[in-house]
């Protein structure tokens, strides 16, 4: 599978911004619709760290503590592809940004991750 992310830039603190990510070349027999998808990232000198996740269908998912309340992850099957919605983003988001997509369509705890995409990078300014 290959994720191919987008949408990464500067914003200022408080703003908004929308990463997407839009996934293709699945294996015989598979879908978008056969992966949970998600979002990670990694700042500087830190461990990669979990954003978002969705399962299959779009009727649940789950955020990390860090920006509960802030992000939200949605997916459009219809076009292949998993959006991460950023609002009143702060300093400490800025980081390199990952797709991710799990072969379990109901991914556990904060996923884990089959297939990576190449990260795009969100520069947060105070």
């Known amino acids: 599978v290959q994720l191919q992310a987008s949408g990464g830039g500067l914003v200022q603190a408080g703003g908004s911004l929308r990463l997407s990510c839009t996934a293709s070349?699945?294996?015989?027999?598979?879908?978008?619709?056969?992966?949970?998808m998600g979002w990670f990232r990694q700042a500087p000198g830190k461990e990669r760290e979990f954003v978002a996740a969705?399962?299959?269908?779009?009727?649940?998912?789950s955020t990390g503590d860090s920006v509960k309340g802030r992000f939200s992850i949605s997916r459009d099957n219809a076009k292949d592809t998993v959006f991460l919605q950023m609002n009143n983003p702060k300093p400490e988001d800025t980081a390199v940004y990952y797709c991710?997509?799990?072969?379990?369509?109901?991914?556990?705890?904060?996923?884990?991750?089959?297939?990576w995409g190449q990260g795009t990078l969100v520069t947060v300014s105070s």
């Open positions: 070349r699945f294996p015989s027999g598979f879908s978008f619709s056969s992966y949970s």
């Open positions: 969705v399962i299959w269908s779009g009727t649940r998912s």
């Open positions: 991710a997509a799990d072969r379990n369509p109901y991914y556990e705890g904060t996923m884990s991750p089959t297939y």
